[in-house]
């Protein structure tokens, strides 16, 4: 099982920027495809966006491209989320997980999740 653990959520005006950031200890995450999801309050869980192993393709929602950036950073062993243009939609906890697939469109077969990182867009 692939221990993963999301940081850099926190309180951000609208129109704000935060970088969120995924670390895995005891293993090297540029073998996994990774993926972001979120879940806002009363809502179902969603994919956000996805990199892919190897080729590091990237995947984003409607909702959130343009304005959201994933990226690795292999000597760091670490993915991010870079997140601009925030809305108060975008308010939700935010999950690094581990896809069995990731393309330009779409991921699918997610296997192990994190705890999450509560993103909250408000003024």
Same mark, same amino acid.
């Given at each position: 099982?692939?221990?993963?653990?999301?940081?850099?959520?926190?309180?951000?005006?609208?129109?704000?920027?935060?970088? =969120?950031?995924?670390?895995?200890?005891?293993?090297?995450?540029?073998?996994?495809?990774? /993926? @972001?999801?979120?879940?806002?309050?009363?809502?179902?869980?969603?994919?956000?966006?996805?990199?892919?192993?190897?080729?590091?393709?990237?995947?984003? /929602?409607?909702?959130? #491209?343009?304005?959201?950036?994933?990226?690795?950073?292999?000597? #760091?062993?670490?993915?991010? =989320?870079?997140?601009?243009?925030?809305?108060?939609?975008?308010? /939700?906890?935010?999950?690094?997980?581990?896809?069995?697939?990731?393309?330009?469109?779409?991921?699918?077969?997610?296997?192990? @999740?994190? #705890?999450?990182?509560? *993103?909250? *867009?408000?003024?």
């Amino acid at each position: 099982q692939v221990e993963l653990v999301e940081s850099g959520g926190g309180l951000v005006q609208p129109g704000g920027s935060l970088r =969120l950031s995924c670390a895995a200890s005891a293993f090297h995450l540029d073998y996994y495809s990774i /993926a @972001w999801f979120r879940q806002a309050p009363g809502k179902e869980r969603e994919g956000v966006s996805c990199i892919s192993r190897g080729n590091d393709d990237t995947y984003y /929602a409607d909702s959130v #491209k343009g304005r959201f950036t994933i990226s690795r950073d292999k000597a #760091k062993n670490m993915v991010y =989320l870079q997140m601009s243009s925030l809305k108060p939609e975008d308010t /939700a906890v935010y999950y690094c997980a581990t896809p069995s697939v990731c393309t330009p469109n779409g991921y699918y077969g997610v296997d192990d @999740w994190g #705890k999450g990182t509560l *993103v909250t *867009v408000s003024s």
